[in-house]
Nanobody, 120 residues
Framework: QVQLVESGGGSVQAGGSLRLSCAASGRPFSPYSMGWFRQTPGKERDFVGAITWSGGITYYADSVKGRFTISRDKVKNMVYLQMNSLKPEDTAVYYC?????????????WGQGTQVTVSS
């Protein structure tokens, strides 16, 4: 029932910034957490970071710590990924995803993805 739609992707030069947005539709909206993942052609989706919906606690992959920041707006049912100091290695399709369960670590809903391209 929940639909996730990402936006904000684009092309930037190394060192630049982008902010990705993920809008969730469907009521009620009360996930355990919202996550961001990324994928390049021929590779599996990698975890980027997540935020618990209730408390706003964030988690990040080591590769993006200090550069990326996840936030959420509980009124608008949106989650954001602020990406700073972008590197060519960050080039990927970025997806937002919803995790329903506090005990089961799988993600139940996925967005369509948005392309991020970082040039050197």
């Amino acid at each position: 029932q929940v639909q996730l739609v990402e936006s904000g992707g684009g092309s930037v030069q190394a060192g630049g910034s982008l902010r990705l947005s993920c809008a969730a539709s469907g009521r009620p909206f009360s996930p355990y957490s919202m996550g961001w993942f990324r994928q390049t052609p021929g590779k599996e989706r990698d975890f980027v970071g997540a935020i618990t919906w209730s408390g706003g606690i964030t988690y990040y992959a080591d590769s993006v710590k200090g550069r990326f920041t996840i936030s959420r707006d509980k009124v608008k049912n949106m989650v954001y990924l602020q990406m700073n100091s972008l590197k060519p290695e960050d080039t990927a399709v970025y997806y937002c995803a919803l995790r329903r369960s506090i005990t089961v670590g799988t993600y139940d809903s996925w967005g369509q993805g948005t392309q991020v391209t970082v040039s050197s």
